[in-house]
């Protein structure tokens, strides 16, 4: 027992730190979009000007909110599933299919991902500039890592606890 705690804390400690990490940068994302739009609206109601970058830089930020937030979702099975075998399978075939469902879904996410890095790749052979001279490539490196940070968090939940947490919806509520 000592011997496999041990060995789960620095893992533990990993997914703790990455979890902190991806919750850091969506709120610096979601502030700095939401700062940057009400700038933009205030600027051109007020000043009659705009921030020619601006829309790109929000483009790209909204991009990398939905990825981050589809990890996140992922590592807490909060990602939009269709549960119809859950309801009429016993606990131990659920449990088993799901697993089998979250490799699956691992695997996607891996192939996914590695045509996104292709993607990157090629942007990097031809490049073009987002915004600020930023090139295009580094606004969609966070597609593989997303994908990636996916395929990761559901290979690790096939491994440890297929099953999600029961949501309101799927509680049964007293008549």
Do not use: Y
């Not at 789960?8 to 939401?34: C, K, M, S, W, Y």
């Not at 996607?108 to 930023?134: D, K, N, T, W, Y």
């Not at 490539?137 to 966070?142: D, N, P, S």
């Amino acid at each position: 027992m000592r011997n496999e705690r041990s060995a789960r804390d620095p893992v533990d400690r990993i997914n703790a730190f990455l979890t902190g990490l991806e919750h850091g940068l969506l709120v610096v994302l979601l502030v700095g979009l939401i700062g940057l739009g009400l700038s933009q609206i205030l600027l051109r109601n007020f000043a009659g000007i705009s921030l020619v970058w601006a829309d790109a830089m929000m483009r790209a930020m909204v991009l990398w909110l939905a990825m981050l937030a589809g990890a996140i979702a992922a590592g807490r099975l909060k990602h939009i599933r269709i549960d119809l075998i859950d309801q009429w399978l016993g606990e131990p075939w659920a449990r088993r299919i799901n697993r089998i469902t979250l490799l699956l879904t691992s695997l996607v996410c891996v192939l996914v991902g590695s045509q996104c890095f292709r993607l990157v790749l090629l942007e990097r052979e031809f490049p073009g500039e987002a915004f600020l001279g930023i090139p295009v490539w580094a606004v969609l490196l966070i597609l593989p890592i997303g994908f990636g940070l996916m395929a990761a968090r559901f290979f690790a939940r096939a491994l440890t606890d297929p099953m999600p947490e029961p949501s309101a919806s799927m509680v049964d509520k007293p008549e």
